[in-house]
């Protein structure tokens, strides 16, 4: 991993899932990519696709009332956070985060940023970015290779 940011824009969620896809065919076990960007953007979309491409077959959606959904039946173990409602850092520690952070499978983290003292250094950063003057459905992911 480096600190170069590659992007890639969309103009669909379909588009947003396929670039999700592809990086989770190549997700390795214990890595953890952080998902930044503001509430409609489409990180649940990309999560989404990243899900199908770790080959996992349940329909994935952001976990409302708990703050990380646990998905065994793909290729690697999956565990989706979206820390949206987070209201205390404190209760990462009652979920057990670290198990999870420096576990085996891979996490992504919507909403990363407000938890961002917890997240480990070589998390791959993703952003996903609007852009009206481009179109409604467009977006701009950057990802950090
Ligand atoms: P977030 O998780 O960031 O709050 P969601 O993934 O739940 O956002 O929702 C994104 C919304 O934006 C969906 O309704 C989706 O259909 C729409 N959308 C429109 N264009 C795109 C695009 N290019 N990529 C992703 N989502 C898009
Ligand atoms: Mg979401």
New binding site residues.
């Given amino acids: 991993m480096n600190n170069r940011i590659n992007y890639i824009e969309?103009?669909?969620?379909e588009?947003?899932?396929a670039v999700g896809k592809k990086l989770g065919q190549t997700a390795k076990p214990g890595e953890i990519y952080t998902?930044n960007?503001?509430?409609?953007?489409?990180?649940?979309?990309?999560?989404?696709g990243v899900a199908a491409g770790i080959g996992i077959k349940e329909h994935v959606n952001?976990p409302t009332f708990t703050i990380v959904q646990v998905y065994e039946n793909g290729r690697l173990p999956f565990y989706h956070f979206?820390v949206?409602r987070i209201g205390d850092i404190e209760e990462m520690d009652e979920i057990g985060f670290e198990d999870y952070f420096y576990g085996d499978g891979l996490c992504i983290i919507?909403w990363a940023e407000r938890i961002k003292e917890l997240v480990p250094a070589e998390a791959k950063q993703i952003t996903?970015e609007k852009n009206l003057e481009k179109g409604?459905?467009?977006?701009k992911i950057c990802i950090q290779e």
């Fill in positions: 969309t103009n669909s969620p588009e947003t899932f998902l960007g503001d509430l409609g953007v489409g990180k649940t979309v990309f999560t989404q952001s979206d949206y919507e996903i409604f459905d467009y977006r």
